[in-house]
């Protein structure tokens, strides 16, 4: 013969029932919020390398025009140097 539960833990049922299922909710709601907060962190610093990459790509560029146009300048006060 199993043992009736007790008339008060019957009362509770439902309310157990409730608190299981916002437990559960919270849970998910927690994990869903810190796998936003982990895609939001990874697409900034993806963004930031990007930012970077462009950066320093530009530097370069502008660095190698300069460099560029004083080679030039140097050939052409040479050659002038050498034709007077």
Do not use: G
């Not at 299981?20 to 909710?25: K, L, P, Q, R, V």
């Not at 025009?65 to 052409?76: E, V």
């Amino acid at each position: 013969m199993m043992a009736k539960p007790m008339k008060t833990l019957q009362l509770h049922y439902p309310m157990i029932q409730f608190l299981i299922i916002m437990i559960i909710t919270i849970t998910i709601t927690i994990t869903i919020t810190i796998a936003i907060a982990i895609a939001i962190a990874i697409a900034i610093a993806i963004a930031i390398a990007i930012a970077i990459t462009i950066t320093i790509t530009i530097t370069i560029a502008i660095t190698t025009t300069i460099t560029i146009t004083i080679a030039i300048t140097t050939t052409i006060i040479i050659t002038i140097i050498i034709d007077t």
